[in-house]
Each structure stands twice: as structure tokens, then as C-alpha cells.
Nanobody, 115 residues
Framework: QVHLVESGGGLVQTGESLRLSCAVAEGIRPIFRMGWYRQAPGKQRELVADISNRGSTRYGDSVKGRFSISRDNLRNTVYLQMNNLKPEDTAVYYC?????????WGQGTQVTVSS
């Protein structure tokens, strides 16, 4: 079992920045892939960004050039730096870990961007 501890999020204005963090609570080997998804009211959950234990990244089209994902394998922690935030980035952001063909999810953290 993998438990994810999220931090960050909050209320910001358009153009500001936030950083989200997500750590694996258990002291285990680096998780194969970790990342962030988001879900806005009335919409499906979508990929924001993720990163493999070897540093390979994927980004959702709407955040390319504004968001950056990184990870610390020693701490099994993933970071999402969000710059130039827009109102359409408002959503609940969920940390995701994928390991041994299983998905694990954090409890979610709210990001609200006011115009």
C-alpha cells in the first residue's frame, strides 16, 4: 500500500505562482511514476503532469510552458511548480503514484485562481 501526503495549493490571483508537493509516506524504493491530475467541477479528471523515476515527463497540453514537474527520488517526493496561473487552472489537484500496475491517489488539494 502506498500513502501519498500532499501539500501546497490555495487561493491566488491570475498570473501568480504556486508549488504543490507530494510525498510517499512509506520508506520504499522510488515509485515508477508520480504526478498530478486535476478535476474541475463538472469535468473529467485530467493529467496535469507526471514524471518517471528516470526523469521522463509528460504534460497536459493546457499547462505546457507554464508548469514544471520534478522529483526527489531519495525522498520519493514530487513537486509541481505552477507559474502564470489562470482561472481555468482552478480545480482539485490529486497526486498520483503508479507502481506495479496499480494507481494510488492522494486526498486532493484545492487550487483556486481568481481573475
Amino acid at each position: 500500500q502506498v500513502h501519498l501526503v500532499e501539500s501546497g495549493g490555495g487561493l491566488v490571483q491570475t498570473g501568480e505562482s504556486l508549488r504543490l508537493s507530494c510525498a510517499v509516506a512509506e520508506g520504499i524504493r522510488p515509485i515508477f511514476r508520480m504526478g498530478w491530475y486535476r478535476q474541475a467541477p463538472g469535468k473529467q479528471r485530467e493529467l496535469v503532469a507526471d514524471i518517471s523515476n528516470r526523469g521522463s515527463t509528460r504534460y497536459g497540453d493546457s499547462v505546457k510552458g507554464r508548469f514544471s514537474i520534478s522529483r526527489d527520488n531519495l525522498r520519493n517526493t514530487v513537486y509541481l511548480q505552477m507559474n502564470n496561473l489562470k482561472p481555468e487552472d482552478t480545480a482539485v489537484y490529486y497526486c498520483n503514484a503508479y507502481e506495479l500496475q496499480r494507481d494510488y491517489w492522494g486526498q486532493g488539494t484545492q487550487v483556486t485562481v481568481s481573475s
